[in-house]
């Protein structure tokens, strides 16, 4: 049977390929080879063998075949109806939507469509219609319905005339069809295509068959009869009313203007003369029934259609022909808020809340707008407005569905756009109604109308609010009747929901005043209470928040139902939520400040609060925390409105909070959570129950302990000896845990005590608290700023008082300006604007510049100083009046600006660059000339205008403004990125979420205010007009007054449907959408920009700047850039700092200059990072400025230190010749003349020393300085490389007790020792190098390594050669006697001050000192701060300081070696086999620094650091060996090449790569002349090639020809006798 399934498809195929090469073959009937064609096609079209997957590829051929004449055509109906009968099922729904019989189905049909499509023959569309109407709702009838109305708009006018009388044909012939299908053929198929079709075919249409209408319609107008009673056909007959009381709408609204005409004819009744109307067209005995849960989603709505009559009447003849041609149909126009709706986005903001099972709810919006139309007439250019309804989407509920519903809409839509409905003028209140909307009114007002009119009624004023809004007042009272009336047992469904909307949107033109009205409030209230409960949680919190709404817009004019509260709290079952509805209803009341209990309720005072404290004995968390809350609110009104204190509700409160912790029994976390909800309100009822808690808070956890400590701190200031009880009680760790929410109460905490606390208390306080400056947390970072910023002004002016205070203010000063460095910008703002207020900052210019220097510096935050200085410096600028000035007030001449706007969109940092004064080339440029050309407006189109200034680079985005004052004040915002956060919020909040109150209602004097905030702005913002409604002073309000009103209109979906795999197949999207905006919101912070100024264009540069515009963008730049910042830093000094002697007289400037002296020397020496681009700036200052001067010693361990070596020497070479100069005025003795002569000179040598220049170095010890003559012997030894010999000169100067010729200074003592550590450095003789060290640090023995930290000279000079040498000999030798030392390392890494010296300047050792003690984490954390600083470092030298450049990359091969040997370790699958290793290996040995550039210390780094990492390797496999191999067995590892590796082979491959390297290290010694490494490392090469390699012979040939070269080379520099003792030792190595 396959076979031959398989036999057709394929002759299908060949047949519909051939047929496609000659489609007229099947027009020929008369060729001998069509009927055996045509007949083959019928029998596979009705052939009853094959199935309905199969006929789908034969309807493909279908449109070939009805080219073949009317004969033909008649013959596939037959076929096709056999197949429809055999092979469609009687009705869609039998075949389950998504399975294979119901896809093949829908196929057919699809094909069909197509056919009908593509053919436009009739006879497909009368098999469509029989298939489609055959049923009252075909399951695939919306997409077959779209294929119908896109068939009737593409044939010609002739032939849709013929395919609209197909269905009107088929209503009329009654013999041949069932009335179901003629009605549905008229209804689903001719109304339909009637609509979609033109103008003239409509009118032809109706000219062709109105007699035939006219017949069918016998009936009288519909209210001229009386329906009541009718039991025959009662459903038929009220759809013919409707359907005539819609053609009269149509009519009516067609031909008239005038209201009397819409009053008569469509909404009176006489009911006198028995003329009905609703009563007709309503189903009095249809029971409606509203769900509180929906059983649909919010998919299944219908798009109500606009009338049209508006702009075919204003068509001419012309015009509609053009219209029928195709000519002149204008675009489709719908609301922005339709094309959110119609999206997908929209589907995924509505619906996040999974927990509530909601369904978006419907907006109000009107459904009228004035969309333009293109041009018409030749003569005139004026474009025309043509009035249009744009589509709506209405919900699908029973009333909405109703037959009359969409044309009343459309009704009353037409008469608010032709005015045929009053309009009332803003602030006025109509005094009566319209005659049709009075007849309304009195139609739902008569207590006889059924109410399902009356229904109807209100579902019209639901879906028109507006249209009803003016005559409010009329409709309070029959709206509130209807609801009030309901049945109970429904409760609160979505009908009344919509309902009481209404009403609460007309608060503010109507509320209950009347008797009736406050009656019927009082009624509705009282039902809403009653109806409150629902178990769904969400659908109870909408219910709640109705009531609430009701509460706080009608409080003046309802009584509060305290019986009804009091019945719906006071339930004794204690197993059930039932009574968290009376509790919540409770809560609204005293929210709205209303009294919680009423003497005239008809309660007793004590059993009313006696049945609400007993609720904080259930089950539930929702029922005991919410009725906590709810009493405390009740307390807190009693306290402060009737100012009772003491009462039944205290008593009962404390008496059942003490029975929760009673010893009987013990419930802690009620008793917590409880007392926690009442203190919010209430925070006095804490004073009872104080000490419990404090008792109870170390034994408790989590969320718990954090609601003790929020309890403490509502009353932390009548708690005595607070901070002695938190202290014992773990204050320390509770600051230091990892809960968020928990430190941030904590802080509170802290700050909440510290005005009762000594400054030994607080001291110790601040020191916890500094702990949070790496804390992650920004919220946490902004309080600990709060408690330094108090403390500071608090304590700042008795800074002299004692040690202690003098030791807190500096405390709290540097860690308010290290936190000029947060992360966060807000807390940054926050901070400036703490230091540039006038109380901790002078307002003179030169004063705050003293002041910046000598106050503000801190070597924490040292990068940056120069950016926070110039900002604080700078901001003096925006106080004066000139800022906002321009720098020239005239243009170059007379002409035109235009405001220019830069499209600076991070989005936008690929578009093309447009060159400076280029606007003509905006024609050129398609990819920005639509962007540019609707901000720059009209002016574009000019050639002859200029660019005002260059585009930006379209890179960034801006930043978003914060709460805190930013003097730069951006302009403008980038929207984009507005949108993103704001629908992030939105998106991303859940209601699940723990709030601060368990009400489910929402407090509108505590309402979140941010998503309103960071709302984007309109286009056109300030240039609209205030709404006629709204107030210009309650804009705002009101907007989110009905913004919470339409929040409440949500729907809610059934749980069953809310858990089933749609819901989880969104959650899945909603985490996609929540990690594509977070993505989006990294790439827009990173690309971030500000605009701080606008631009213009015009025919010649706009040269109208303002001060401002230079001043803002300058400071900005300064912040991000280093560079630019220390150029500012520089320039704003110069300029103050050459104002002093005008501004002061000599003695001030003076004292003055001496200030800035002595803070610019003490920034240098208390430097920690040596920051480049501050030391330099620094340096560059003292250079320019004759009067200032430092320290020649810190000046150059500042130079060496921030690679700034040209400037440290020009800056001493300055101090030098001026010292020279002055010194006969000074008359300085000459014992201490010659020393601070010799110290600068002494100190300028180590400058030129460090960059190479020996030759200046030997003019200065031999012209300018009166040193040793050994001194210069050694460093002339160090020029040559000669470190051995310079050791040994040096070892002679230190070595005799005194001097022929006299003492030696101290300075050049210093250098000979610093000096003889340094060639030991390069002589890489490390024990030596670390005992030395040592040795100058502490002269016992053994030495006290915390010593080091003492002075500074011995922390910048023998610290860092101690850190290398001993890393160098753990390297070398094994962590074997190193236990002292890693306890100092440890030790000084605790104290925050040592731990900043290593990690900023010795980072890298501490990395490779943690990888040998095989802490990988830590060694990582180190590396990677080391990369950090040498970026850091690299950007902040200049371009021009090559050597300094240079010796920096040096450092960068070492970096990138151990980053790889981490990665490699940190991989488990590199040990699986060895090809990793010998890759890495591999990689390593192409890779060398150069033999001659790179000094012998570089080598010796990339040597042994390599030597050490294979050692750890191996050290890796060996375990895996002892791990997975038996004492007799060898691990095999195959390595890339197949070849089988033991471990004894790759121990030897390792050991040979380590022999390699060392020799590759010993030829390098050796071309530098650095002859004692070389034979060092050879001596152990040899040692290894001999024990360990058994003599490989290729290395040992290597190693000889090595060692002869080392020789050889050596010889030439030595002496005759030592030569030739030297070359006889080499040419021994030939005879082995």
């Known amino acids: 049977m396959s076979n031959a399934q398989d036999l057709l498809q394929i002759s299908v195929n060949i047949l519909n390929k051939c047929l496609t090469l000659d489609p007229q073959f099947a027009t020929r009937t008369d060729d001998p080879s069509f009927d055996t064609v045509f007949n083959f096609f019928l029998s596979l079209l009705s052939g009853t063998s094959t199935s309905l997957a199969f006929k789908k590829y034969v309807l493909d051929l279908l449109h070939f075949f009805l080219a073949s004449g009317d004969a033909k055509v008649q013959q596939i109906r037959e076929h096709l109806d056999r197949m429809i009968v055999d092979k469609f099922p009687l009705k869609s729904t039998e075949f389950i939507a998504g399975s294979p019989d119901y896809n093949d189905y829908v196929a057919c049909i699809d094909k069909l469509l197509a056919n009908l499509i593509k053919s436009g023959n009739l006879m497909v569309l009368e098999v469509l219609i029989s298939v489609m109407c055959r049923e009252e709702q075909h399951a695939y009838e919306e997409q077959i319905q779209k294929s119908l109305l896109l068939f009737i708009s593409s044939i010609t006018p002739k032939d849709a005339l013929a395919a609209l009388d197909v269905p009107f044909i088929m209503f009329m012939n009654d013999k041949s069809y069932r009335p179901d299908i003629r009605r549905a053929a008229i209804e689903r198929v001719c109304l339909p295509m009637l609509q979609k079709a033109t103008i003239k075919i409509t009118k032809e249409f109706y000219i062709s068959h109105i007699k035939k209408i006219i017949d069918i319609i016998e009936a009288k107008v519909v209210k001229s009869e009386d329906l009541r009673g009718e039991t025959r056909s009662a459903e038929l007959r009220r759809q013919s009313c409707c359907a005539a009381y819609n053609a009269l709408i149509s009519v009516i609204s067609a031909t008239q203007k005038e209201m009397k005409f819409y009053t008569v004819f469509l909404f009176t009744e006489n009911e006198a003369k028995k003329q009905f109307l609703w009563e007709n067209v309503i189903d009095k005995e249809k029971e409606y029934a509203f769900e509180i849960e929906i059983s649909y989603q919010d998919k299944q709505k219908t798009t109500f259609k606009s009338m049209r009559e508006q702009s075919r009447a204003a068509m001419s003849s012309e015009a509609s022909d053009e219209a029928d041609s195709g000519i002149g149909t204008a675009a489709n126009y719908h609301l922005s808020s339709q094309y959110l709706a119609d999206s997908s986005l929209n589907e995924e903001i509505s619906q996040f809340d999974f927990n509530s099972s909601t369904v978006q709810g419907y907006s109000e919006n009107a459904s009228v707008s004035q969309v333009p139309t293109r041009q018409t007439g030749d003569k005139e250019k004026t474009s025309t407005t043509v009035t249009k309804f744009s589509d709506e989407e209405l919900e699908l509920d029973d009333l909405n569905k109703h037959e009359c519903m969409q044309a009343m809409l459309r009704l009353l839509d037409h008469m608010v756009i032709h005015k045929i409905n009053p309009t009332v003028e803003k602030d006025t209140t109509p005094s009566e109604m319209p005659s049709w909307m009075a007849a309304l009114k009195k139609k739902a007002a008569d207590s006889s109308t059924n109410r399902n009119i009356k229904l109807f009624i209100a579902k019209l004023i639901i879906n028109r609010p507006k249209i009803f809004r003016p005559y409010a007042k009329f409709w309070l009272a029959p709206l509130m009747h209807l609801i009030v009336e309901g049945k109970e047992s429904d409760g609160i469904h979505y009908f009344i929901v919509d309902l009481m909307i209404v009403l609460l949107s007309w608060a503010e033109v109507a509320v209950p005043k009347e008797v009736d009205q406050v009656l019927l409030a009082n009624r509705l209230v009282e039902f809403l209470m009653r109806n409150a409960f629902y178990p769904n949680r969400s659908v109870l919190r909408n219910n709640i928040e109705v009531i609430k709404t009701v509460v706080e817009l009608w409080k003046n004019h309802i009584e509060i139902p305290y019986r009804i509260i009091y019945q719906n709290f006071s339930s004794p079952d204690k197993d059930k939520k039932d009574n968290s509805t009376g509790i919540q209803c409770l809560g609204l009341v005293v929210a709205n400040d209303l009294p919680p209990y009423r003497y005239d309720s008809g309660l007793d005072e004590i059993t009313f609060y006696k049945a609400l404290a007993e609720n904080l004995q259930f089950k539930y968390k929702e029922v005991y925390e919410a009725v906590a809350e709810v009493l405390g609110m009740t307390m807190k009104y009693l306290a402060s409105v009737e100012k009772v204190t003491e009462g039944t509700v205290f008593d009962c409160v404390t008496q059942h909070y003490s029975s929760m912790v009673s010893a009987g029994r013990m419930d802690v976390a009620r008793f917590i959570l409880c007392l926690y909800r009442t203190q919010l309100h209430y925070p006095v009822i804490a004073d009872r129950f104080v000490n419990k808690v404090l008792f109870l808070m170390p034994s408790l956890y989590g969320e718990f302990k954090t609601k003790c400590l929020e309890i403490i701190l509502s009353r932390a200031d009548q708690i005595r000896d607070l901070y002695t009880e938190l202290r014992n009680k773990g204050l320390k760790d509770m600051l230091m845990h990892r809960d968020e929410s928990k430190q941030q109460v904590s802080l509170d905490l802290v700050r909440a005590m510290l005005k009762n606390l000594d400054i030994s208390q607080i001291l110790h306080l601040a020191e916890l608290v500094a702990t949070f400056k790496t804390n992650p947390s920004a919220t946490c970072r902004q309080k600990m700023y709060g408690i330094f910023t108090w403390i500071y002004d608090s304590f700042r002016l008795e800074i002299e008082k004692n040690d202690e205070t003098k030791q807190l203010i500096n405390f709290c000063k540097d860690q308010l300006l290290q936190g000029l460095n947060d992360s966060s910008e807000e807390n940054r703002l926050q901070l400036i604007n703490f230091w540039s207020n006038n109380n901790r900052l002078p307002n003179g210019t030169l004063e705050r510049l003293s002041s910046v220097l000598y106050a503000l510096y801190s070597p924490n935050a040292e990068s940056e100083f120069l950016s926070y200085s110039t900002n604080l410096i700078l901001e003096l600028t925006s106080r004066s009046p000139d800022y906002k000035l321009s720098v020239f007030d005239r243009p170059l001449s007379e002409c035109k600006f235009h405001d220019y706007n830069v499209n600076y969109s991070w989005q936008h940092r690929h578009a093309m660059m447009t060159p400076l004064f280029a606007a003509t080339q905006l024609g050129s440029q398609g990819s920005m000339s639509s962007s540019l050309s609707s901000s720059i407006g009209s002016s574009s189109n000019d050639e002859n205008f200029l660019r005002a200034t260059q585009n930006t680079n379209l890179q960034f985005t801006p930043t978003q403004d914060t709460d805190a004052r930013n003097w730069l004040d951006p302009s403008s915002v980038d929207k984009s990125i507005q949108s993103y956060a704001a629908f992030l919020q939105q998106s991303l909040s859940s209601a699940g979420s723990e709030t601060s109150s368990t009400m489910l209602f929402l407090s509108t004097k505590n309402a979140p205010q941010r998503a309103i905030q960071m709302r984007p702005l309109n286009k056109d913002f300030g240039q609209q007009k205030l709404s006629s409604e709204t107030a210009p002073s309650h804009s705002q309000p009101t907007s989110q007054h009905k913004a919470r009103l339409m929040h409440l209109k949500r729907r809610y979906v059934k749980t069953d449907m809310a858990n089933n795999a749609f819901y989880a197949k969104r959650e899945r999207r909603k985490q996609q959408l929540r990690e594509e905006i977070l993505k989006q919101q990294k790439i827009a912070r990173e690309n971030k920009v500000v605009m701080y100024r606008k631009y213009r264009d015009g025919e010649l540069p706009d040269i109208q700047i303002k001060h401002s515009e230079l001043i803002a963008p300058f400071q900005a730049l300064a912040q991000l850039d280093n560079s630019i910042a220390r150029m500012l830093f520089s320039a704003l000094f110069h300029g103050i700092f050459a104002q002093i002697e005008e501004n002061f007289n000599d003695e001030d400037a003076a004292e003055t200059i001496s200030e800035i002296k002595a803070s610019v020397g003490n920034i240098v020496k208390k430097s920690k990072q040596y920051f480049p681009p501050l030391i330099s700036c620094i340096q560059d200052i003292c250079y320019k400025q004759k009067e200032l001067s430092i320290q020649s010693s810190y000046a150059s361990v500042a130079s060496l230190a921030s690679a700034q070596e040209p400037t440290g020497i020009l800056l001493l070479e300055k101090q030098i010749m001026e010292q020279d100069t002055e010194e006969p005025v000074r008359k300085r003795s000459k014992a201490s003349g010659a020393s601070e002569t010799t110290s600068n000179w002494i100190e300028l040598s180590k400058l030129y020393k460090s960059i190479g220049y020996y030759d200046v170095l030997r003019g200065i010890f031999s012209g300018h300085l009166g040193t040793k003559d050994i001194t210069r012997r050694a460093l002339e030894a160090e020029s040559r490389h000669d470190y051995a010999g310079a050791v040994k000169y040096y070892n002679q100067a230190m070595e005799p007790s005194s001097w022929a010729d006299g003492e030696p200074q101290m300075e050049e003592e210093d250098l000979w020792e610093i000096s003889r550590l340094e060639c030991l450095y390069n002589l890489t003789q490390w024990d030596k190098l670390e005992y030395l060290s040592l040795v100058n640090v502490d002269n016992n023995d053994p030495p006290s390594l915390d010593k080091i930290w003492e002075d500074s000279y011995s922390q910048e000079n023998y610290l860092p050669l101690f850190l290398i040498s001993k890393a160098k000999v753990m390297c070398e030798k094994g962590l074997t006697a190193s236990d002292d030392f890693i306890q100092f390392l440890n030790k000084s890494l605790a104290n925050d001050e040592h731990r900043a010296i290593l990690e900023n300047r010795h980072c890298d050792y501490l990395a490779l000192i943690y990888i040998l003690l095989e802490k990988f984490d830590r060694a990582r954390y180190y590396l990677d701060f080391s990369i950090q600083k040498f970026l850091q470092d690299w950007s902040a030298l200049d371009s021009m300081l090559s050597y300094s450049r240079a010796s920096k990359l040096q450092s960068l091969q070492t970096l990138t070696e151990m980053q790889e040997f981490l990665r490699f370790m940190d991989d488990g699958r590199n040990f699986e086999s060895v090809s990793s290793v010998l890759s890495l290996m591999s990689k390593w040995s192409t890779r060398f620094p150069n033999n001659v550039t790179d000094p012998i210390n570089v080598w010796d780094d990339i040597i042994v650091n390599r030597c050490m990492y294979l050692r750890k390797i191996l050290s890796q496999y060996e375990v895996i060996q002892t ?110």
């Open 1523 to 1632: 791990a997975f191999t038996s004492a007799e067995d060898s691990m095999e590892i195959e390595d890339e090449d197949r070849m089988i590796y033991t471990f004894p082979a790759l121990k030897n491959r390792i050991a040979e790569e380590q022999v390699s390297l060392y020799l590759k290290f010993a030829d390098t010694a050796r071309q530098q002349s650095n002859y004692p490494v070389a034979i060092k490392h050879l001596r152990q090469t040899l040692y290894h090639i001999t024990k360990e390699l058994d003599n490989d012979e290729v290395l040992n040939v290597k190693w000889t020809h090595i060692y002869t070269k080392v020789h050889c080379d050596k010889s030439i520099l030595v002496s005759a006798d030592e030569r030739l003792k030297t070359l006889l030792t080499a040419n021994s190595q030939f005879g082995t």
